[in-house]
């Protein structure tokens, strides 16, 4: 079944290694719990995958738990609408998280009680800098930082601050909470991060409850304290906030996960990052979230990508710690190899030009046998109807072809799959002198497309279909949204946009089975690509294509020369 969703266990790898030295130590009790932690302020994108599959991946393997855990702690930018298509991504992944839904906004009160307790133990503080001056006192990576002149309140006075930014009686920007760490550590994480700021903002979740929220670091690792995760795996860029984690979670003395980091999924011909996509989104780049172009997993899902397909990309992908570009053919290939498998063949003829056989009887139709999947014959066959007048691709015609062209010319003879052999004869022209038609003959003794008795053979076999009976489908065929390897390497990512990434092929002509092909479903347009019933756009008896791949494999050939 394509996409089936019975989840494999991920292949081994250094964070496996980890995992299985505690429990041999038995550091968590045997305990394996992880949790995937997406912030809702956008969709979901195959970066995202490969944390998806390797949290939950690590909890099949081990028989532990995996949690679902909305960093929902900035309410500017968070909505109700990105959790659920969070959810929905997730379990369309092929993930379950069981009863384990959990949002940082429901340990709220829980957090304040551990900025208190940080407060009362003397290691945070209110600071009352501006926001300019936080920064500059900051220092960089060259010079150490400057203490606050307000690092010094005492306790009293800073709880009394802190429950009257909880009351929403001082202005935004007007003070935070830090922690007391050094201003003149090396690492700028630990020169007194910020833990909470005043947002006067309502949460989707919260409601009017809070008007400070706390900060990522500050939230994050508490978050996975309280749900006893394990191994709280991150992406590499956190891996100087290891130290913050580990100084709160011993700061409170409270249960204490490890933080693991790997290096992030980055794709070549695309952009991961939610703050780019959105932008995408918002200036029209692209017709949605979902668009089949974007690399999100709402728009590879609508594109015609199968959940099991990119967890096989993200299992081959693998886990390492350090950053690299995979090459987006590699994602297309691992498709195009379930694809082959399952996707019934059926002939389509995307940039059509007729063909009339002038010696096959007018007005006569017959059925002739085509194979569903020559990789798998228990698939069977369907009957396809043949007449007098047929469309081919304009592109399988030349009248003047080059040395390497093989397909139909005049004066050549090449095979019409599953049909007959027909030679060209003539062209037909309107006006401006625009090709319109072809004028072939067949020869009857080649029916199913067969070497006929004196045994000549053709060079070229080309897909068809019977004029009258073939209907018009809208067929979209896509390129890469981007037109460089990496967007993000120098200007504006959007000034490397494709102009040609959607090409409209609004007069294809597709064999009649295809009428009422379901939304949703995948075929293979013989020599043309893998495509999609788009499940939006489509309605019965009118299908709207995604090509989702080329047959080409770009992927095989740089296999090749590596
Ligand atoms: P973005 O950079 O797209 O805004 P993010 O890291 O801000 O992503 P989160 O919602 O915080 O998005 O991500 C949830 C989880 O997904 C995090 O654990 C994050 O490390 C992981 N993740 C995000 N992007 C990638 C990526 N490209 N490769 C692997 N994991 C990723
Ligand atoms: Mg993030």
């Known amino acids: 079944m394509p996409g089936e969703n019975n989840t494999e266990a991920p292949s081994g790898n250094f964070i496996t290694h980890i995992i299985d030295e505690d429990l041999e130590t038995g550091k968590y009790d045997g305990r394996v719990v992880t949790r995937f932690p997406p912030e809702p302020n956008g969709y979901l994108h ?77 290691k945070a503080y209110v600071d009352s800098l501006t926001p300019d001056e936080i920064r500059e006192f900051r220092g960089t990576l060259n010079t150490p930082g400057k203490e606050s002149p307000y690092r010094d309140r005492p306790v009293e006075e800073n709880l009394a601050l802190f429950e009257q930014m909880a009351k929403g009686e001082l202005e935004e920007e007007s003070c935070v909470l830090r922690a007391k760490i050094d201003m003149a550590s090396p690492n700028i994480v630990m020169r007194d991060p910020t833990l909470y700021r005043i947002r006067k903002k309502d949460h989707h979740r919260s409601g009017s409850k809070w008007c400070i929220y706390p900060m990522y670091d500050f939230a994050h690792c508490l978050s996975d304290s309280i749900e006893k995760v394990t191994h709280s795996i991150c992406t590499i860029e956190f891996v100087n906030n290891r130290e913050l984690y580990d100084w709160l979670l011993d700061a409170l003395d409270v249960y204490h996960p490890q933080q693991i980091e790997f290096a992030r999924l980055n794709l070549s011909y695309t952009v991961l990052s939610k703050r780019r996509l959105i932008q995408l989104v918002s200036e029209g780049h692209v017709s949605g979230w979902d668009d089949p172009r974007m690399p999100t997993l709402s728009g590879l899902r609508r594109r015609g990508y199968t959940p099991s397909s990119i967890r096989k990309f993200c299992d081959t992908i693998g886990v390492a710690r350090r950053d690299s570009m995979v090459d987006i053919s590699l994602l297309e290939y691992t498709l195009r190899e379930e694809l082959n498998r399952f996707a019934p063949r059926v002939m389509a003829v995307l940039n059509p030009v007729k063909v009339i056989i002038e010696n096959y009887p007018e007005g006569r139709t017959e059925t002739l046998e085509a194979v569903n999947n020559p990789e798998d014959p228990s698939m069977g066959s369907r009957s396809i109807p043949f007449s007098r007048e047929i469309y081919i691709e304009r592109d399988d015609f030349m009248e003047d072809p080059p040395k390497k062209f093989f397909r139909l010319a005049p004066g050549r003879e090449v095979r019409l799959r599953y049909a007959y052999f027909i030679k060209c004869n003539d062209v037909i022209r309107d006006d401006s002198g625009n090709i319109t038609a072809l004028r072939c003959t067949y020869d009857p003794e080649t029916r199913g ?41 120098s200007g504006d990512f959007q000034q490397h946009l494709n102009p040609g ?28 690509g893998y495509f999609f019933t788009d499940p939006e756009d489509s309605s019965p008896g009118a299908p709207v294509f995604n090509r989702v791949t080329t047959l080409r494999d770009t992927w095989a050939k740089i296999k090749k020369t590596l």
Request: net charge negative.
């Open 46 to 122: 195959i970066g995202h995958a490969k944390s998806i599959c390797l949290n939950f991946g690590i909890a099949k393997r081990y028989n532990g738990t995996c949690h679902l855990r909305f960093d929902d702690t900035n309410p500017l930018k968070e909505s109700i609408e990105y959790v659920e298509s969070i959810k929905e991504d997730v379990r369309w992944l092929g993930y379950d998280w069981q009863d384990h839904l959990y949002f940082t906004s429901d340990y709220f009160d829980q957090l304040y009680a551990y900025a208190v307790q940080l407060i009362k133990a003397g």
């Open 501 to 528: 990434s959607l090409v409209s092929a609004d007069v294809s002509k597709l064999e009649p089975g295809l009428k009422d092909a379901e939304p949703g479903s995948h075929f293979q347009f013989e020599r043309m």
């Open 449 to 489: 497309g067969n070497t006929p008795p004196d045994g000549r053979k053709v060079k070229a076999t080309l897909h068809w279909v019977s004029a009258a009976h073939a209907i018009d489908a809208h067929v979209r065929l896509y390129d890469h949204l981007f037109n460089v390897e990496n967007p993000m390497q």
